[in-house]
């Protein structure tokens, strides 16, 4: 019970529930919440049962002050999801019901089946993905990332998907009909990966050695910046502290030194960063798979074409994470599909979303792992069904409480 409340209470706090506008920005419901469900007049205040002359509970909060109201939360999802309010019919199936919390939830799964949710979703992956736009001048569409992404959640596949298909990774969506279209990416990829492959992705994040693609990785599927993993203790290296799990030595120090300490020490990022750059180096700046390094390394006067030990030291390998080795973008893929960080990021986002918080990584929206944990636990048992979770998050205490 102790945990519950303080789950809750966390929740709350990241749902902003202390601030003035409460979770949506709407209203909070007025006092006389004849509009919210019975369990208002007990759940809302645990000081009326008992002796008048006691003391209030301690550990109660403001927070428990928040009454259930799924009217307010039918509202509060509508603009979220379809972007529009509810109508007056679909506020009064949810306000006449005897059994309210179920009407709340059948209007929830019409809204997620309405095709205004899709569309909602796709400009959602595209400002998660910092990614969208048609295909004009020979160049690829940066909307089959986002597509995909959203036909994975719309057709409830396993997250994972987005790293680990090799087919129809580059599909079209047509709004007329509210269909997605099946369509492989036409980028020359021996065997595709999800959106690391995508070659809209690929030409929008083209950049010296790789490394802005890398970035991107990190920052949408794991929902942090560089540096991207930690050794358990520091390590002294000319004076200032390396961070890696990797041996210092191991990344490149010519023409650009990796081992440099002067300013800041370069290996706590590159480490990771030089280790899984060489997977992307071979896509062109318009997003092709060539046979060859396309990426180059900014050395003056003249940029060389970057090679494998530009980033590594001889012998050194490419690697997701320590004790991770990939050898190619599919087996990144599994990595990352297999990756626990990545798991909470793909909650956590969905998360944001529904709290309309701002993004993960850019506003440093965080969600406290014990705010996450429960929906983290359903996403796992769902089979990664990010719809699901997000119907979980919309039916929660989180959302459904003002
Ligand atoms: C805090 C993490 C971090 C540290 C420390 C760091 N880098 Fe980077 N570096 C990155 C990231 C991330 C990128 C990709 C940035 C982008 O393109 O958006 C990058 C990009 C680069 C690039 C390509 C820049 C370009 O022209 O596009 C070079 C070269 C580079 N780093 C070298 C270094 C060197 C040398 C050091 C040490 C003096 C260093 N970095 C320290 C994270 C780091």
Same mark, same amino acid.
């Given at each position: 019970?102790k945990?519950?409340?303080? &789950?809750?209470?966390?929740?709350?706090?990241?749902?902003?529930?202390?601030?003035?506008?409460g979770?949506?920005?709407?209203?909070?419901?007025?006092?006389?919440?004849?509009?919210?469900?019975?369990?208002?007049?007990?759940?809302?205040?645990?000081?009326?049962?008992?002796?008048?002359?006691?003391?209030?509970?301690?550990?109660?909060?403001?927070?428990d002050?928040?009454?259930?109201?799924?009217?307010?939360?039918?509202?509060?999802?509508?603009?979220k999801?379809?972007?529009?309010? +509810?109508?007056?019919?679909?506020?009064?199936?949810?306000?006449?019901?005897?059994?309210?919390?179920? =009407?709340?939830?059948?209007?929830?799964?019409?809204?997620?089946?309405?095709?205004?949710?899709?569309?909602?979703?796709?400009?959602? !992956?595209?400002?998660?993905?910092?990614?969208?736009?048609?295909?004009?001048?020979?160049?690829?569409?940066?909307?089959? #990332?986002?597509?995909?992404?959203?036909?994975?959640?719309?057709?409830?596949?396993?997250?994972?998907?987005?790293?680990? =298909?090799?087919t129809?990774?580059?599909?079209?969506?047509?709004?007329?009909?509210?269909?997605?279209?099946?369509?492989?990416?036409?980028?020359?990829?021996?065997?595709?990966?999800?959106?690391?492959?995508?070659?809209?992705?690929?030409?929008?994040?083209?950049?010296?050695?790789?490394?802005?693609?890398?970035? !991107?990785?990190?920052?949408?599927?794991? *929902?942090?910046?560089?540096?991207?993993?930690?050794?358990?203790?520091?390590?002294?290296?000319?004076?200032?502290?390396?961070?890696?799990? !990797?041996?210092?030595e191991?990344?490149?120090?010519? +023409?650009?030194?990796?081992?440099?300490?002067?300013?800041?020490? *370069?290996?706590?990022?590159?480490?990771?960063?030089?280790?899984?750059?060489?997977?992307? #180096?071979?896509?062109?700046?318009?997003?092709?798979?060539?046979?060859?390094?396309?990426?180059?390394?900014?050395?003056?006067?003249?940029?060389?074409?970057?090679?494998?030990?530009? !980033?590594?030291?001889?012998?050194?390998?490419?690697?997701?994470?320590?004790?991770?080795?990939?050898?190619?973008?599919? =087996?990144?893929?599994?990595?990352?599909?297999?990756?626990?960080?990545?798991?909470?990021?793909?909650?956590?986002?969905?998360?944001?979303?529904?709290?309309?918080?701002?993004?993960?990584?850019?506003?440093?929206?965080?969600v406290? +792992?014990?705010? &996450?944990? +429960?929906?983290?636990?359903?996403?796992?048992a769902?089979?990664?069904?990010?719809?699901?979770?997000?119907?979980?998050?919309?039916?929660?205490?989180?959302?459904?409480?003002?």
């Amino acid at each position: 019970m102790k945990r519950t409340r303080m &789950l809750t209470l966390l929740a709350a706090l990241a749902a902003g529930a202390c601030s003035s506008s409460g979770p949506s920005g709407l209203e909070p419901p007025s006092g006389d919440n004849s509009t919210g469900d019975p369990d208002n007049t007990t759940s809302g205040n645990p000081t009326t049962s008992g002796d008048p002359e006691a003391p209030p509970i301690p550990d109660k909060t403001v927070l428990d002050d928040r009454v259930t109201s799924y009217t307010e939360a039918l509202r509060t999802a509508s603009l979220k999801l379809v972007r529009n309010l +509810p109508t007056l019919q679909q506020i009064k199936n949810v306000e006449t019901a005897t059994d309210q919390r179920a =009407a709340y939830e059948a209007e929830i799964d019409t809204l997620l089946a309405d095709q205004r949710f899709t569309s909602r979703m796709i400009k959602w !992956w595209r400002d998660t993905m910092r990614q969208g736009g048609g295909a004009q001048d020979n160049k690829p569409s940066r909307d089959t #990332a986002p597509v995909f992404a959203t036909r994975v959640m719309i057709e409830e596949k396993p997250y994972t998907d987005l790293f680990t =298909a090799s087919t129809n990774t580059c599909p079209t969506y047509d709004g007329g009909t509210n269909t997605f279209n099946d369509g492989n990416c036409d980028n020359g990829v021996p065997t595709h990966a999800g959106v690391l492959t995508n070659p809209g992705v690929m030409m929008q994040f083209y950049g010296n050695m790789a490394f802005r693609r890398v970035r !991107w990785v990190q920052e949408v599927f794991v *929902c942090t910046k560089f540096p991207a993993e930690y050794a358990a203790e520091p390590r002294q290296v000319n004076g200032a502290d390396y961070t890696g799990p !990797w041996p210092f030595e191991s990344v490149g120090t010519a +023409p650009i030194n990796f081992q440099d300490t002067s300013s800041v020490v *370069c290996a706590n990022c590159h480490v990771t960063l030089n280790r899984v750059a060489p997977l992307f #180096a071979n896509f062109n700046m318009n997003g092709q798979w060539m046979n060859d390094s396309q990426v180059e390394t900014p050395t003056v006067p003249d940029p060389q074409k970057t090679v494998i030990s530009h !980033w590594l030291r001889n012998g050194e390998s490419t690697a997701w994470r320590f004790g991770e080795p990939v050898a190619d973008l599919p =087996a990144l893929g599994q990595a990352m599909a297999a990756d626990t960080d990545v798991h909470d990021c793909a909650v956590a986002r969905m998360y944001n979303f529904a709290m309309s918080k701002e993004d993960i990584v850019s506003d440093l929206a965080t969600v406290p +792992p014990a705010v &996450l944990k +429960p929906y983290v636990e359903e996403f796992l048992a769902n089979g990664m069904n990010l719809k699901k979770t997000l119907r979980t998050i919309l039916l929660s205490e989180d959302f459904t409480k003002f």
